[in-house]
């Protein structure tokens, strides 16, 4: 079993910058593909980043792709999510999740974190 934590959601300003953290115990991460979702109020959960095990790749969604950096330490079992020029609508609860293989991360995940509070005025 891998339990992931996540940290560093908060309330920000339009325009501002935010650094997630995921932790993951129980288990290396370190063969994992790793990813970040996000859910709004009344919205479906999205995939918005993905990274292989090795960061040889990563998936961006379209509405973050050039503002969010996704990122991961093997030797510290930690994954991380740096959002630049966040805007009102990257409001949402954001979670972390695992998954055994890099075409499965963004469809079904194995593992999920308990998801961090990110709440941007305007």
């Known amino acids: 079993q891998v339990q992931l934590v996540e940290s560093g959601g908060g309330l920000v300003q339009a325009g501002d910058s935010l650094r997630l953290s995921c932790a993951a115990s129980g288990r290396t991460i370190s063969s994992y593909a790793m990813g970040w979702f996000r859910q709004a109020p009344g919205r479906e959960r999205e995939c918005v980043s993905a990274i292989t095990w090795n960061s040889g790749r990563r998936y961006y969604g379209d509405s973050v792709r050039g503002r969010f950096t996704i990122s991961r330490d093997n030797a510290k079992n930690t994954v991380s999510l740096q959002m630049n020029s966040l805007k009102p609508e990257d409001t949402a609860v954001y979670y972390c999740?695992?998954?055994?293989?890099?075409?499965?991360?963004?469809?079904?995940?194995?593992?999920w974190g308990q998801g961090t509070q990110v709440t941007v005025s305007s």
């Open positions: 999740a695992a998954s055994e293989s890099y075409s499965d991360i963004r469809y079904r995940p194995d593992y």
